[in-house]
């Protein structure tokens, strides 16, 4: 079906490659239900989907992704936790997530291409499917009913966050006005 070129194996020299993620395609729809990006995909469309992923493992304490890396490619835990850390005003790490089997990490930068957002450090032993953004693109070319789903799940997830992460902004100014006019 595909090819499994070296070039379509993402390079992450500091983990320990497992091979192609077709043989955890059941595995991984196993998880759905706790998965924000792929809840809405069948079997069917998770073992095509594996076709152009690759899954890693880690130790416990191995970072998975570093602060402030450039970045293309996303994860999803297939096993494990990972530790999601965020440095503060005093580059000092703050955990600020911890993320379990059937979520993903990495879709910002997989995408923009911008730095990573935060750390993410192996809490356990981790097995992780790896996506990288060449890959979704053979996938809008080869299989663009799957690649438009993805996207459009990738877009529904990341402005959830954004309101999310909105709502707590306005809090948290709101929080800080009544601080204010109490003093």
């Avoid at 706790?34 to 809405?40: A, C, K, V």
């Avoid at 499917?129 to 990738?154: F, H």
């Amino acid at each position: 079906m595909n090819d499994t070129k070296a070039e379509h194996v993402p390079r992450l020299p500091h983990l320990v490659p497992l091979g192609e993620a077709t043989p955890y395609a059941a595995q991984m729809h196993a998880l759905i239900e706790r998965s924000p990006l792929f809840e809405n995909f069948n079997l069917a469309e998770i073992r095509l989907l594996s076709h152009f992923m690759h899954v890693f493992q880690a130790g416990p304490g191995m970072e998975l992704v570093r602060e402030g890396d450039g970045g293309d490619f996303m994860m999803l835990i297939i096993e494990g936790s990972i530790e999601v850390f965020k440095q503060d005003r005093w580059n000092a790490p703050r955990l600020i997530a911890m993320l379990d089997p059937g979520q993903t990490v990495g879709e910002m930068s997989m995408i923009d291409g911008e730095p990573r957002f935060a750390s993410c450090i192996a809490a356990e032993h981790c097995v992780v499917a790896v996506l990288t953004r060449e890959s979704l693109a053979r996938i809008i070319l080869e299989q663009p009913v799957l690649g438009a789903k993805i996207l459009m799940e990738l877009v529904l997830m990341l402005s959830k966050r954004l309101r999310q992460t909105s709502a707590k902004l306005v809090s948290y100014m709101d929080k800080d006005e009544g601080d204010r006019e109490a003093n």
